[in-house]
């Protein structure tokens, strides 16, 4: 069985979570934009390949970096705040987050480095990454042999 491993950007301490929960509740921190954000993904295995969907609207694909090594898949990028000359306005609500990204996961080593491809399409990045060919399952072929007739002498 294979096994994937996800990183967790979230705080494993009740230190953490302090620490998170005074950002959180501190109006004039600036913490919040320039921290590390992660994003929504999904990690789907087929036979011959696994292949990584994130969901990335917003994100400019040429600002992003994906690399993988030590067969661990990471995507990072940064989404820049809008720079405009005269300020819209007093903010009642602002979730839309900006500053950088970076999401992590392990995948089995059995990934054919060499032929890793992404794409985006409609704020979908897409990251194939093919089986190597040793590791992809194998339909065994079953021969028969032809039935010997035994006479018994009628």
């Not at 005074?22 to 036979?47: H, I, N, Y």
């Not at 089986?131 to 042999?145: C, G, L």
Request: aromatic share 10%; glycine share 6%.
């Amino acid at each position: 069985m294979s096994s994937i491993v996800r990183r967790h950007l979230y705080p494993r301490s009740f230190y953490n979570l302090d620490q998170l929960m005074e950002r959180f509740f501190d109006a004039d921190s600036e913490a919040w934009s320039t921290q590390p954000c992660g994003f929504p993904l999904d990690v789907v295995e087929k036979d011959d390949e696994f292949f990584v969907r994130a969901s990335v609207a917003g994100f400019d694909p040429n600002a992003m970096e994906i690399t993988f090594e030590n067969n661990t898949l990471n995507i990072k990028g940064e989404i820049r705040e809008d720079k405009t000359e005269e300020k819209e306005g007093k903010y009642h609500l602002q979730e839309r987050r900006t500053g950088t990204f970076f999401r992590s996961v392990t995948l089995p080593g059995q990934i054919d480095q060499g032929a890793i491809s992404a794409e985006t399409e409609n704020g979908i990045l897409t990251v194939h990454l093919p089986k190597k060919p040793e590791a992809q399952p194998k339909r065994i072929e079953i021969k028969s042999k032809p039935v010997k007739v035994i006479d018994q002498g009628k």
